[in-house]
């Protein structure tokens, strides 16, 4: 009976390139499917702490253009108290900041936020300053939430509760700078 012919024998540098590949592809894949775990619970106190401080600053505007600019400067350092804690914890905890999670977590969390400033500019023009709490709050759960998809169960949670303070703030006639506290 005729033996089949013997395979030739693969050539290692060939071999050693597959095995490289099919390692590169298993990392990638892992860290695909890998949590964001760098969102900060004391940074979010902070945040917090901006708009309890803001809040009646706010009210004291004799303006709504004074109230809104109140506001957004707050909003700034309030994203920028936000991105500083959560680079800490990431760096604490060795995890790199725009892993493959960590830049699903910020687009998830960017987008909403883009809907937030692009809605604010004209409902600021056509004097609708008492929807800005509510939408603010709205999108601003919206965006905890799609980006606590990658994060730990907790965080969309915490989304869904900004999310329902912001449609109570649509609906109901909430002081608006109570609402933001």
Avoid: Y
């Avoid at 995890?95 to 493959?100: T, W």
């Amino acid at each position: 009976m005729p033996q089949p012919a013997p395979l030739p024998p693969e050539d290692p540098a060939a071999l050693h390139t597959r095995a490289m590949d099919n390692l590169s592809f298993i990392r990638r894949t892992m860290e695909g499917a890998a949590s964001f775990t760098a969102v900060p619970g004391w940074g979010q106190v902070m945040v917090g702490t901006v708009a309890l401080v803001t809040a009646p600053i706010a009210a004291r505007q004799g303006s709504p253009g004074r109230w809104l600019i109140t506001w957004l400067v707050a909003a700034v350092l309030g994203a920028s108290i936000g991105v500083v804690s959560m680079a800490l914890k990431a760096r604490a905890a060795g995890q790199p900041l725009l892993s493959e999670p960590g830049r699903r977590f910020a687009l998830n969390f960017a987008l909403p936020g883009f809907a937030a400033a692009a809605l604010t500019v004209p409902l600021a023009r056509a004097g609708m300053f008492a929807m800005l709490p509510g939408m603010w709050l709205l999108l601003h759960g919206v965006a905890i939430a799609t980006g606590g998809t990658v994060s730990v169960p907790i965080v969309p949670l915490l989304g869904a509760c900004f999310m329902a303070l912001g449609l109570a703030g649509l609906v109901a006639h909430v002081p608006p700078d109570l609402l933001m506290a």
